[in-house]
């Protein structure tokens, strides 16, 4: 009887389910939206390296050398050290040249950092033990420089020095801490002294086991403390896990913030559902009369518009949730937008759109169960 009504005032009814579908859609696309660049933002972080701690080191007196930075390789928690030395330099190939960063890295970088080449071979101990001038590129550099050539074996000059090229990054994309696609990476003993470097500010540290890194953090610490005399303020160690948690925290803060701002719209085809009921309640005053007439009971009536109200909001809400997918394919699709597809999101968005339909047609079907049979009866 409920679905009869409604498919009598088509417009009218689809008009009402509209703010509850602008509602579920909204609800449901922010909260992939804000997982989507949750996930996104986590992968970038743990594709830097399995297990990974940075060392920054902040005293401006006092670097470390990069025999002592190899030195931390001696903790028993720790798998692989990869000091850094970098600098912007100019970089020239034929009558091309351009600014880029250079990084000075050694063996160890590939495995610390999870990085690998797409084309010739990475640094090996020997490349670092003897400074051999070799360079590996990152891919956007490589076709800046080559175009489509295969670059493996070809000289360049960094700040007029020559090197020649081993091999080509495989392309990361953009992440923290900048974009190895724009680098070119060559042995941190030549780095060294190609900057006249007074020594290693960054170090990457791999833990050997996850359960490690607390261990492995506390150790470096320690002895880092005991270089500086217990000026904590001279370094800092990160742990990529806490910068996990970090990231998860702000993330669910932002998920239930959109979430929030989204449900407003739910709210709004609450108010919607409820004055269109007020409105069919004044309508069918007199039906509601002649049932009252009848036999019908208050429970009855307040049944029957419950039930209409409910039935609107969860039809709108099923339509809401085809849109929302139909909205976050487009944009994942069009614009490129990280979308994660979860589906107690939907169903929590569906619940509550029912709910409010009931919370929201409450109000209107108790006032329809307390007309006077005897006064509905002769509503005009």
């Not at 030195?71 to 798998?79: A, G, N």
């Not at 974009?179 to 941190?188: G, L, N």
């Not at 004055?275 to 009855?300: C, F, H, P, Q, Y």
Request: charged share 20%.
């Amino acid at each position: 009887m409920a679905i009869k009504i409604l498919l009598l005032n088509k417009m009218r009814s689809f008009l009402t389910m509209l703010g509850v579908i602008i509602g579920v859609a909204a609800v449901i696309v922010l909260v992939f939206i804000g997982r989507g660049a949750t996930e996104n933002v986590t992968n970038q972080i743990k594709s830097l390296g399995s297990n990974l701690l940075s060392i920054n080191i902040m005293n401006r007196e006092k670097y470390l050398t990069y025999q002592e930075a190899m030195d931390f390789k001696q903790i028993p928690y720790i798998s692989g050290i990869s000091p850094i030395v970098s600098a912007n330099a100019t970089v020239k190939y034929g009558t091309k040249d351009d600014q880029i960063q250079v990084l000075g890295i050694n063996s160890e970088y590939k495995d610390v950092r999870n990085a690998d080449v797409s084309q010739g071979r990475f640094f090996t101990s020997l490349d670092i033990d003897s400074r051999n001038k070799v360079a590996i590129l990152g891919s956007n550099v490589a076709q800046e420089f080559f175009g489509y050539l295969n670059p493996v074996g070809e000289e360049i000059r960094i700040n007029g020095q020559n090197f020649t090229v081993i091999g080509v990054m495989q392309s990361r994309g953009s992440s923290i801490g900048g974009s190895e696609d724009e680098q070119v990476f060559i042995p941190v003993t030549v780095a060294e002294r190609l900057f006249k470097s007074r020594g290693v500010r960054t170090i990457y540290v791999q833990a050997k086991t996850p359960q490690d890194v607390s261990y492995a953090l506390n150790e470096i610490s320690a002895r880092l403390s005991k270089i500086y005399k217990g000026d904590t303020e001279s370094f800092r160690v990160f742990d990529q896990t806490q910068v996990l948690e970090t990231v998860q925290k702000v993330s669910n803060s932002l998920s239930l913030m959109l979430g929030g701002i989204a449900a407003i719209s739910l709210l709004v085809g609450g108010i919607g559902i409820m004055n269109i009921m007020i409105i069919s309640v004044m309508e069918r005053t007199k039906e509601i009369g002649i049932r009252r007439a009848l036999g019908a009971k208050k429970n009855d009536i307040l049944s029957q518009f419950l039930i209409e109200s409910a039935i609107i909001s969860i039809i709108g809400g099923i339509l809401g949730i085809v849109l929302a997918f139909i909205i976050a394919f487009a944009l994942n699709k069009f614009f490129s937008i990280s979308i994660k597809v979860s589906m107690d999101i939907v169903f929590v968005a569906l619940g509550l759109s029912a709910v409010l339909g009931i919370f929201f047609g409450l109000y209107p079907a108790n006032k329809a169960a307390k007309l006077n049979p005897a006064v509905a009866l002769q509503y005009e």
